[in-house]
């Protein structure tokens, strides 16, 4: 029972630090470009997830039967090869691994993927259990894997055509009209996406406490027929809204201002390509990672608008961190799962859980202790790119820094 | 390849909603700006046009209705479990 409630803990903790990381999907743009004051821009983006994530409950249920094989696809059930102390680490470890991965690129400033790192800790945590039969890889393949491909690419190209229709468009329209126009649907548009955010990645942590409460047998299997208990939901749509609102600046300041100057129109057109995507998407069953629409979409912006440039460096660097994403926060899985079983096998389950949980928390400790020493927040989120290096922390905060501190 | 065809799909559903509705709003955004009076470069006013501005406050709501009603589209089965409503009756 105390091992279920820090799973629950833990979940939320992920759903938060998920929030935290994709507020920069749906505002980058519009604090970018000044629509929106910083403030306003996260609290919007907080209340719309808290909203959105109570929309619908579809992808929590596919989240899970499509990822691990624990459960049994028609009834739901625990299969017979598993018992439910093992299921339970297996989600804990699995969830470690996501929070830790997504901690880790939110320092950098990376807009990494946040559904493939908890996909990615649960695989590793699962194939440490069990073994390489414990992952369902049909499904990894077409819902994580084809549209991890796909989905940058289908929205860089949509956003390159908005935003070239758009300015080709309004080509005569005076700069200051055009300016306030385009910033007001901007705004719009990335309400949108926030909210399609919400609908989306709340849902995969209700998936996870769900998955947890029936291994228990808390939950019957059939949440299809039955639907969630209103309480995860309202902790859930919590969670994220609060982490939304917190803010992730570091990967805001990335995604405005390092991979393109974006202006007004490019932001309205990314963002409607982002909404329509993401939306479109969960109608046609396809389980997309929000931020790599968002980034696609972006990315696709500065391809589009006529003599802008895009800085191919910082994409790269985030192309890479997406492709070890799900290996690396497997691996981290892997790890907490493999410590928590040794330890458990010389004391008991909750030794061992408790053991990985504290490791969880010291690391995030420290991790969060090194980006508080060269503090992105909404004062300087909008500082000048440093083209030398790259960095996500603004230059004059890492020289005045760098007698103390190594440069992150 | 069901896979594709899904991809395809989504592609074409973003290129009409995601790049045809900032196109519209753009063209009410033109529409607008022009029926409000422009300034030229030059100093050199032209009138309003009223006719021209409520063209693009149309364009603006139509898009907007759009938009609601993508919204409802996806929200139709929550709603429908919740409060027993079916939106969209004939789809």
Redesign the interface.
């Known amino acids: 029972m105390i091992i279920l409630i820090l799973l629950i803990a833990t979940a939320l903790a992920f759903d938060f630090t998920n929030g935290f990381h994709d507020t920069g999907n749906a505002m980058a743009t519009s604090i970018a470009t000044r629509a929106l004051k910083p403030k306003t821009a996260v609290l919007l983006a907080g209340v719309l997830n808290l909203v959105g994530a ?5 992808v929590a249920l596919t989240v899970t039967t499509s990822v691990l094989k624990i459960q049994d696809s028609k009834s739901g059930t625990l299969l017979p090869n598993i018992d439910a102390s093992t299921g339970l680490t297996i989600i804990f470890a699995g969830l470690i691994g996501g929070i830790l991965w997504n901690l880790l690129t939110w320092l950098f400033g990376i807009p990494s993927s946040s559904s493939h790192a908890l996909f990615g800790g649960l695989i590793g945590a699962g194939m440490a259990a069990i073994g390489l039969a414990g992952v369902n890889w049909s499904g990894v393949t ?1 819902k994580v894997l ?1 549209p991890a491909i ?1 989905a940058p690419v ?2 860089g ?3 390159a ?2 935003t070239w ?2 300015y080709r ?2 080509q ?3 700069p200051k ?2 300016e306030e ?2 910033r007001w ?1 901007q705004i ?2 990335a309400s ?1 996406v926030a ?1 399609s955010h919400g ?1 989306n990645d709340a849902q995969k942590t209700m998936g996870v406490i769900a998955l947890a409460l029936i291994t228990t047998g808390h939950l019957t299997g059939n949440v299809a027929e039955d ?1 969630l208990p209103f309480w995860i939901i309202a902790s859930c749509a919590l969670a994220i809204g609060l982490g939304t609102y917190l803010g992730g600046w570091r990967v805001i300041r990335t995604l405005g201002k390092g991979l393109v100057e974006i202006e007004s ?1 490019q932001g ?2 990314a963002e ?6 993401i ?8 389980a997309l990672s929000t931020t790599h629409v968002a980034t696609g979409s972006i990315l696709g912006s500065g391809v589009g608008k006529p003599g802008a440039s895009v800085r191919w460096a910082v994409a790269g660097r985030m192309a890479l961190a997406w492709l070890i994403t799900l290996p690396a926060a497997g691996l981290v899985g892997a790890l907490a799962f493999w410590i928590s079983h040794f330890v458990a096998g010389m004391t008991t389950q909750l030794v061992g859980d408790g053991l990985i949980f504290l490791i969880l928390v010291g690391l995030s400790g420290f991790m969060w202790w090194r980006a508080q020493q060269q503090k992105v927040d909404h004062n300087n989120v909008n500082a000048d790119w440093d083209d030398s290096t790259n960095s996500v922390v603004p230059a004059d905060l890492r020289e005045s820094a760098e007698p103390k501190t190594a440069a992150v | 390849m069901v896979y594709l065809e899904s991809i395809f799909k989504v592609l074409l559903v973003g290129l009409v909603l995601g790049a045809g509705l900032p196109a519209l709003f753009a063209v009410g955004l033109v529409a607008f700006s022009n029926g409000a009076g422009v300034t030229d470069a030059d100093g050199t006013t032209h009138s309003t046009n009223p006719v021209l501005k409520f063209l693009g406050l149309a364009l603006f709501v139509l898009v907007g209705l759009v938009i609601l009603t993508a919204l409802l589209w996806i929200t139709r089965s929550t709603i429908e479990h919740h409060f027993g409503i079916n939106l969209f009756p004939f789809a």
């Open positions: 109570f929309l619908s409950v579809e077409q084809i796909a289908i929205a190209l949509v956003a055509c908005g229709l758009v468009i309004t005569k329209v005076m009209r055009r126009g385009f649907g719009a548009t949108l909210l609908t639907g129109p309205l057109a409607a390509s982002s909404a329509a995507i939306l479109s998407s969960s109608a046609a069953g396809m």
